[in-house]
C-alpha cells in the first residue's frame, strides 16, 4: 500500500513539473522569437482543439465544422468595432457568448444527427457561414473586413504582438481550467457516459440531448474566443480566413493528441502545428512546384491519422503518460 502511494506521489510530481515545465516554455517562446505568428496560430488551434476534444473525447459527438465558430467569434469583433463601434474589449467578451448561443440555435436540429452524419452537418455549417461571408455586405463581402482596431482596455492598447501571444497563452490557461472542472463535475461525468451509449447515459439519469447540446456550445464558446484573439491579432478577416482543411486540421490534431484527455489537444496541436510549419518551409525551398505544399500537407495528414490511429489509438498523450508511468516506477 505505501509503495502504491508513492508511486501515485512520484506521478503526481511528475505532472506539476510537467506542466510547470511546459509553462515556463511557454512564457520564453514569445521573447525568443522575431516572428511571434506560428506561436499564436498555435495556441489559438490549443484553444479550439480543447474544445474539440470535449465534444468528441468526451461526450462521443463528431465535428468536422469547428471553423465555423472560430469564423463566429471572428465576425463578432470584425463587425463590433468596425460597424458597431463596440468598445474593443467587449467585441471579446461578446464573441464566445454569441458563438456559444450560435451553437445552441444550430445544435437544436444538427444534435438529432448521429455519427457521420452529424460531422457532414457541421462542415455544412461551416461552407454556409463561408457562402454568408461572401454573400452579404455587412458580414464583409468577398472583400473582408479590415481595419479591426487593437484591443484595448480604457486608454491601453495591445499593439505588441507578443502581448497577443500571452494573452492567447492566458485564455488557454483559462479553456484548460473550466474544460478539467467541468471534466470533473456531474455534468461532465454524464457527458462522458454519452460517449460510451446514450441508450446507457438516459437509463442512468443523463438528460442526453440536453447534455450534447451544452457540451456543443461549449466548445463553440472556446473557437469563438479564438476567433476574437484571431481578428485582433491579424487585423483583418475574409471568408479565405476560415477554410473547411483548417476545421480538419483540428480533428486530426485532437485524435493525434488524444481523445478523452484533457492535455490531448494541446499536445496534439503543438505536434500538428510543429509537422505543418516543417512542411511549409520544405515546400518553398527552391526547384519544388507552387503545388508542393498542399500536396505535402495532406500526404502528412493522411500518414499521420493512420499511425495515430494504427499505432496511438489513444494518441500522444498516451505515450507521455507511459513515459511518466516508467519514471514513477524507477523512482519507487
Known amino acids: 500500500m505505501s ?4 508511486g501515485r506521489r512520484t506521478s503526481t510530481l511528475i505532472t506539476r513539473s ?3 515545465v511546459l509553462a515556463v516554455v511557454a512564457l520564453a517562446m514569445p521573447m525568443l522569437m522575431s516572428d511571434v505568428t506560428f506561436f499564436m496560430q498555435m495556441v489559438l488551434a490549443a ?15 463528431a465535428s468536422l465544422g469547428q471553423g465555423a465558430f472560430f469564423a463566429v467569434g471572428a465576425l463578432t469583433v470584425g463587425i463590433g ?19 456559444s448561443a450560435f451553437a445552441a440555435v444550430v445544435g437544436i436540429p444538427l444534435l438529432r444527427l448521429r455519427g457521420h452524419y452529424l460531422a457532414f452537418g457541421t462542415l455544412a455549417l461551416l461552407l454556409m457561414v463561408v457562402a454568408a461571408m461572401n454573400t452579404f455586405d455587412f458580414l464583409g463581402g468577398s472583400f473582408g473586413i479590415a481595419g479591426i482596431p487593437p484591443l484595448a482596455v480604457g486608454s491601453f492598447e495591445i499593439t505588441d504582438p507578443r502581448d497577443y501571444a ?5 485564455c488557454l490557461a483559462l479553456v484548460l481550467l473550466i474544460s478539467r472542472n467541468l471534466i470533473n463535475s456531474r455534468f461532465g461525468r454524464g457527458i462522458q457516459a454519452l460517449a460510451g451509449s446514450e441508450t446507457a447515459a438516459a437509463s442512468a439519469g443523463v ?7 451544452t457540451v456543443f456550445a461549449i466548445s463553440a464558446a472556446f473557437a469563438g474566443l479564438a476567433g476574437a484573439l484571431s481578428a485582433f491579432f491579424t487585423p483583418f478577416i475574409s471568408p479565405e480566413s476560415f477554410p473547411a482543411s483548417r476545421s480538419f486540421e483540428y480533428v486530426i490534431m485532437a485524435v493525434v493528441g488524444g481523445l478523452g484527455a484533457l492535455w490531448g489537444g494541446v499536445i496534439g496541436a503543438i505536434a500538428m502545428s510543429v509537422v505543418i ?6 515546400s518553398t525551398q527552391p526547384g519544388l512546384p507552387a503545388t508542393a505544399g498542399p500536396i505535402l500537407q495532406y500526404a502528412a495528414y493522411a500518414v499521420l491519422l493512420i499511425l495515430a490511429l494504427l499505432w496511438m489509438p489513444r494518441g500522444l498523450i498516451s505515450v507521455l503518460h507511459g513515459v ?5 516506477a524507477m523512482r519507487t
Open 207 to 213: 438528460a442526453v440531448f440536453r447534455a450534447k447540446l
Open 166 to 170: 500571452y494573452l492567447a497563452l492566458g
Open 3 to 6: 509503495t502504491m502511494m508513492a
Open 277 to 282: 510549419e516543417v512542411i511549409n518551409r520544405i
Open 81 to 99: 468595432t468596425t460597424t458597431w463601434a463596440l468598445p474593443p474589449v467587449l467585441a471579446l467578451v461578446l464573441a464566445p457568448v454569441l458563438a
Open 324 to 328: 511518466r508511468g516508467r519514471l514513477a
Open 47 to 61: 484553444i479550439v482543439v480543447t474544445g474539440l476534444s470535449l465534444l468528441m473525447g468526451y461526450a462521443g459527438q
Open 18 to 20: 510537467t506542466i510547470a
